[in-house]
């Protein structure tokens, strides 16, 4: 297993594929990471819809905007519970919160495990709700296409992008 800080670096948005299925077992232990995410109060308003057939599979990808996706074998779809998530006094509702924890928990997991992820946060949301016909209370937040990586990524373009750390952290006050 790699230091936290190495797993952290070796992550990135995949965008290309191998066609080779995820063996069941290996796709669970990265859902588990999800499940043990922590949750504001505990509540854990998650589900997660894990696509690996057409037609759904297709369908899906037609929420989207860009084919790159349908390169990789399985899509999960993130989803939010709006009736368990927690609200703090001024009526903040945690659920999104709650849920991106959860997907890091599966892209450092999935990273930890030779796959790779993307987070999509640009689709269709109404699109992807009616395909997989949720309820009103639950939301499509992202979804995560996995699979074993096709391209290899050029670690220190991908670093040279970041912000230096005095740009996002202040101490003792903001400024």
């Known amino acids: 297993m790699k230091d936290f800080l190495s797993l952290v670096e070796s992550r990135y948005s995949c965008r290309s594929f191998q066609n080779k299925p995820i063996e069941t077992a290996l796709l669970e232990k990265v859902l588990e990471a999800a499940r043990l995410a922590p949750s504001a109060v505990n509540a854990q308003p998650l589900k997660f819809i894990v696509v690996t057939q057409s037609p759904l599979k297709e369908k899906i990808v037609e929420c989207y905007y860009r084919p790159w996706i349908s390169t990789a074998p399985v899509l999960i779809i ?16 945690h659920c999104d919160i709650d849920v991106a ?4 928990h599966i892209t450092l997991a999935a990273a930890d495990s030779g796959l790779a992820t993307c987070w999509v946060c640009k689709f269709n949301a109404m699109q992807c709700a009616g ?18 990586p096709a391209d290899n990524p050029n670690d220190s373009e991908r670093h040279s992008k970041r912000k230096p750390l005095n740009e996002i952290v202040s101490w003792n006050g903001f400024g």
């Open 78 to 93: 993130a989803c939010g519970d709006h009736s368990q998530s927690w609200r703090r006094s001024d009526g903040k509702d």
């Open 131 to 148: 395909v997989l016909k949720l309820p009103a209370h639950i939301s499509p937040v992202a979804i995560i296409p996995i699979g074993y």
């Open 101 to 104: 924890i959860a997907i890091d």
